[in-house]
């Protein structure tokens, strides 16, 4: 070739590069590019000649911090390869020498895998069924005051007095129930165990049966036939409904009371925190299905009723109940030393809430005037 129209590659180096790189191009292309593409799973790509990294070929060390992020699957932003000192997986693929396989535990313990939930201990599953039966008599007693009230709103004071004075008779039906409940599903001598490490849990039963017959007494020698009778009798529900919620709440944190025969792995059998949370949730589904419907719904539904102003009993028993479960839940929260600022300041917020509605509750009963 001339001077001007020959080949001038020689003289220009970096077109020379630029052709031998066109060239390898063609030439890794000239069978076509895989399914798989080059950039991503590439079936001719050689594999890591470590037996124990089972990655591909890579030239950098592969650490434990690595895997954690591929796992995770996000890069630290902080993450820094030269100064990453955790234990080294694999050496690089470049690796001259024997291969050692590792001799660190590769689980991450920062972001497991998915793992199979544990089996629930039989022990801890017994004493909650154990516990949920004691405390029923006292939250069978609040559906029973709740449900008086209730139909109060459509009976006669002659008519609402019967059933009023038949509540002495649900306390021993409840813990009688209870008896039963040993009898058929807990191992022989299982209660009588559980109630005497806790004498407070059995004061809290005949709490239950005093709560019945306050409002059962008062019934049989009142007249009822004012309106300040109508008044007392309602306050007097409110009052058997307290001493009910004091039985609950002796029995909720009596049961979270460490004995030493009844730990299990050194544990308590009841989770302090976890039951004071599910407390705070029975306390909003009372909120929500009970108590907001009452106030939403109660006081048009009151004007059709004989008793316009008895919707502000059942809102004072739901208000007593919630409450209840309030007071559980932060005191067993606090005992747990679970301190969250943000979970008692909303707990205690609630709290102060529903004591204001329950005083005007009180106040709304003791200045209305009841149609006799």
């Not at 025969?261 to 925190?273: F, Q, V, W, Y």
């Not at 009372?286 to 048009?300: H, R, S």
Request: hydrophobic share 40%; with cysteine.
């Amino acid at each position: 070739m001339n001077a001007q129209g020959g080949d001038r590659s020689g003289a220009d180096p970096v077109r020379r590069v630029l052709d031998e790189i066109d060239a390898l191009v063609e030439e890794s292309l000239r069978d076509g590019e895989p399914l798989t593409g080059y950039d991503y799973d590439d079936p001719g790509y050689p594999t890591c000649p470590n037996p124990h990294c089972g990655e591909s070929w890579h030239g950098l060390a592969i650490t434990q911090r690595m895997r954690q992020m591929r796992r995770y699957g996000e890069l630290d932003p902080a993450y820094d390869y030269h100064h990453d000192t955790s234990p080294v997986h694999c050496p690089g693929s470049g690796h001259q020498g024997e291969w050692e396989a590792p001799d660190t535990d590769w689980t991450d313990p920062e972001t497991p895998g998915p793992q199979p939930d544990p089996a629930p201990d039989p022990r801890r599953a017994l004493a909650d069924r154990l516990w949920k039966a004691v405390a029923r008599p006292a939250t069978g007693l609040w559906a029973a005051l709740l449900l008086l009230s209730l139909s109060t709103l459509f009976l006669t004071p002659a008519q609402w007095k019967s059933p009023m004075s038949a509540l002495h008779f649900l306390a021993p039906i409840l813990v009688g129930w209870l008896i039963g409940y040993r009898r058929r599903t807990l191992p022989r001598g299982y209660l009588r165990r559980r109630l005497t490490a806790r004498p407070i849990a059995i004061l809290a039963l005949l709490l239950t049966y005093v709560a019945g017959w306050i409002p059962a007494i008062w019934a049989r020698h009142a007249t009822l036939h004012t309106s300040r009778d109508i008044a007392h009798a309602y306050t007097t529900l409110l009052i058997g409904c307290a001493v009910a919620a004091l039985a609950h709440f002796l029995i909720q944190t009596s049961r979270t009371r460490s004995v030493t025969s009844e730990l299990i792995d050194g544990t308590p059998e009841t989770d302090r925190a976890a039951h004071g949370h599910d407390l705070a949730v029975n306390a909003f589904i009372w909120m929500m299905t009970v108590l907001a419907p009452l106030l939403v719904l109660g006081w048009p539904l009151s004007y059709l009723t004989y008793q316009p102003h008895a919707i502000w009993a059942a809102i004072g028993i739901t208000t007593i109940i919630v409450l209840t479960h309030l007071l559980e839940s932060i005191t067993l929260r606090l005992r747990a030393r679970t301190r969250d600022p943000g979970e008692i300041l909303m707990i205690t917020t609630f709290i102060l809430a529903h004591a204001a509605l329950l005083w005007w509750s009180l106040h709304v009963l003791s200045t209305t005037s009841f149609h006799p």
